[in-house]
Nanobody, 126 residues
Framework: QLQLVESGGGLVQPGGSLRLSCAAS????????IGWFRQAPGKEREGVSC????????NYADSVKGRFTISRDYAKNTVYLQMNSLKPEDTAVYYC???????????????????WGQGTQVTVSS
């Protein structure tokens, strides 16, 4: 079974940057779409950004477009989420997710997820 481990969360001031990493084991990511989701206290989990397996197409939530960038390193079997210009409303637990043979859009918008990571906390505060 695909296992996903997130890292890189922490406390950052508004306007700052963080890079989250999602390391996969158990299977190669070549056939998996990978996404980042987040859940703030009292809110539903939402898709932040997803990347497809083959074409590399991406999907971003409107709230993060222009600020966040998702990328994947096939050699390291790892997916990254570069987060710039962070805002207090970005504060949440961020989860990495994986799904075999789906599109970035379906994964992020329809929450089509087979495997979840354990989550990493991101706090944006002065």
């Amino acid at each position: 079974q695909l296992q996903l481990v997130e890292s890189g969360g922490g406390l950052v001031q508004p306007g700052g940057s963080l890079r989250l990493s999602c390391a996969a084991s158990g299977f190669t990511l070549d056939y998996y779409a990978i996404g980042w989701f987040r859940q703030a206290p009292g809110k539903e989990r939402e898709g932040v950004s997803c990347i497809s397996a083959s074409s590399g197409s991406t999907n971003y939530a409107d709230s993060v477009k222009g600020r966040f960038t998702i990328s994947r390193d096939y050699a390291k079997n790892t997916v990254y989420l570069q987060m710039n210009s962070l805002k207090p409303e970005d504060t949440a637990v961020y989860y990495c997710a994986g799904t075999r043979s789906t599109t970035a859009w379906a994964m992020c918008v329809l929450t089509r997820v087979d495997n979840w990571g354990q989550g990493t906390q991101v706090t944006v505060s002065s």
